[in-house]
């Protein structure tokens, strides 16, 4: 049973962060030491046949060095003591970033009306006075439009990209026919996506060229989409099922990993930051929802939460058609990793959403990050992976009048706009 643990939840399991000289091709002093510590006679691997099978999980995720476990108070002081690991962090519960309600966004839009109208200027990164400068068209979303995407050669053909969240209507008619590989890490439930979080953030991810439903809302139309439901139908899923779609993205070959998912946690997560350097020395890129925890009409600029914080994970804002930040979005903290990276479109953000209704309009940071991922995947086709595809997002970036804290380098761009 998930209970209370400070500013977050956790499920009562912790992760076990292990040191590189217990890592290597078979496990072995991975599983020697979980036994050890854990007391437990076998430790099943992301790394044995079958293991994410059924109701079996892992113990451990191979190809990330952390394991899960139950401890006892008296093991929780030795694992805490014991110099092979890196880390030992209680395992929290996440969740999905975004499709804020419609109370919400109307609250939003009269805290921006308000600000954009305001004489005398607005408060700092909360907007700009005058129209709208991007909408959407028959043709194209307004985020399309504003990154560039429409006038991008390239396509994602031959990349392979990740989508972790909530699943996806495997049979929504914007995908038929797409080369798509699908996993449920979520006990019970299958990858089919009744909440609709993940079929709206696959869909600005990688959806059609042209869908049958209305407007262009897709950004990689070629690329080979991994989908992995690490989200329950309730949108939330523990750290554990994170860490396996992980896992299993990058060894399915992905090279952009989108996850807009996260929890309001001040401080960096020793496992999200191993989990992003491996995922980075494998040559790809993890990027993340920065969050919602912000009002900015009201002065609070929030803060960037777990798994974005973390140095090596790409941290995503959201801004509005005006280009300005947008009201939810979290801004830069104090904690190493902590800084917005870059931003994305997230404000009225139409996309794919689950038969019979097909497409949606929602909010968020995490309509914000399929952007990004898309978009990277754009740049994965010219050849560039991992750090380099990181330093290329950042530096083909659209500088906007806004403080980096808000948006980081600016919003992301694709390749040739």
Not at 331 to 345: E, F, K, L, T, W
């Amino acid at each position: 049973m998930a209970v209370s643990a400070g500013a977050g939840t956790w499920t009562g399991r912790y992760l076990l962060v292990l040191g590189d000289d217990l890592m290597g091709d078979d496990d072995t002093a991975a599983r020697d030491a979980v036994r050890e510590l854990t007391g437990l006679s076998e430790v099943t691997s992301t790394r044995d046949a079958g293991a994410a099978s059924g109701d079996v999980r892992p113990t451990l995720f191979g190809g990330l060095g952390i394991a899960v476990a139950e401890l006892t108070s008296a093991q929780l002081a030795t694992a805490r003591a014991d110099a092979r690991l890196i880390g030992v962090e209680p395992e929290r519960v996440q969740r999905a970033i975004g499709d804020l309600s419609e109370e919400y966004l109307r609250g939003f839009a009269d805290a921006a009306q308000f600000l954009h109208g305001k004489a005398g200027g607005a408060a700092p990164g909360a907007g700009r006075v005058g129209v709208a400068q991007f909408g959407d068209t028959d043709q194209a979303t307004w985020g399309l439009q504003a990154t560039g995407v429409l006038e991008a050669k390239e396509t994602g053909k031959g990349v392979t990209v990740a989508v972790l969240d909530t699943g996806l209507d495997l049979e929504h008619p914007d995908f038929a026919g797409r080369q798509i590989q699908s996993r449920s890490f979520v006990d019970g439930q299958q990858v089919q996506d009744v909440q609709g979080h993940g079929t709206h953030t696959a869909g600005t991810t990688a959806g059609p060229l042209a869908p049958t439903t209305g407007r262009r809302y897709g950004i990689a139309h070629e690329a080979t989409l991994l989908v992995g439901k690490v989200l329950g139908d309730d949108g939330s899923g523990s750290d554990a099922q994170i860490l396996e779609g992980i896992d299993w993205a990058i060894t399915s070959g992905a090279k952009v990993v989108s996850m807009s998912l996260g929890a309001d946690v001040n401080e960096v997560s020793t496992a999200y930051e191993n989990a992003g350097k491996r995922a980075l020395d494998a040559g790809c890129l993890i990027v993340a929802a920065a969050g919602n925890n912000a009002e900015r009409s009201t002065g609070n600029a929030g803060f960037v939460g777990v798994p974005a914080n973390s140095p090596s994970i790409m941290a995503v804002a959201a801004v509005d058609r005006n280009l300005a930040i947008a009201d939810f979005s979290a801004a830069s903290s104090q904690v190493p990793g902590g800084q917005v990276d870059i931003a994305g479109p997230g404000v009225d953000v139409y996309s794919s959403w689950p038969r019979p209704q097909n497409t949606n309009t929602i909010s968020g940071t995490s309509m914000a990050t399929p952007h990004v991922s898309g978009i990277a995947a754009l740049w994965v086709q010219r050849g560039v992976t991992g750090q380099q595809l990181w330093t290329q997002l950042v530096q083909a970036a659209q500088r906007l009048d806004l403080p980096s804290a808000d948006v980081g380098s600016g919003l992301v761009r694709a390749p040739g706009a």
